[in-house]
């Protein structure tokens, strides 16, 4: 059974900086890209970063560019977003992800291309 567990989600003061972690059971996860993703209350689920199986390439949402980091440990299944200089706009329920596929060169950031979900945690930035 495919299983993504989310960690690392909190409250922090804008500025800040939180490391999100996703690790992966039930499958390869070196077969397999992987994107972090989020959702605001009232607002469509939005790619944030995305990683191809190898970790070679990578993806940031234009709002995140500079401040997201995305990198994977295939040896231990898991997947990481490190976030600095967060915003109160970066208020959100994160999710991890993964699709089937090594997507080399172009990990995709359209939630609908990804066949595997976490459950999420929640990231709040005050001002």
């Known amino acids: 059974q495919v299983q993504l567990v989310e960690l690392g989600g909190g409250s922090v003061q804008a500025g800040g900086s939180l490391r999100l972690s996703c690790a992966a059971s039930?499958?390869?996860?070196?077969?397999?890209?992987m994107g972090w993703f989020r959702q605001a209350p009232g607002k469509e689920r939005e790619g944030v970063a995305a990683?191809?199986?190898?970790?070679?390439?990578?993806r940031y949402a234009d709002s995140v560019k500079g401040r997201f980091t995305i990198t994977r440990d295939n040896a231990k299944n898991t997947v990481y977003l490190q976030m600095n200089s967060l915003k109160p706009e970066d208020t959100a329920m994160y999710y991890c992800?993964?699709?089937?596929?090594?997507?080399?060169?172009?990990?995709?950031?359209?939630?609908?291309?990804?066949?595997?979900w976490g459950r999420g945690t929640q990231v709040t930035v005050s001002s």
């Open positions: 039930g499958y390869t996860s070196s077969n397999h890209c």
């Open positions: 992800a993964a699709l089937r596929g090594s997507c080399y060169g172009y990990p995709p950031l359209n939630p609908g291309e990804y066949n595997y």
């Open positions: 990683i191809s199986s190898s970790g070679f390439s990578a």
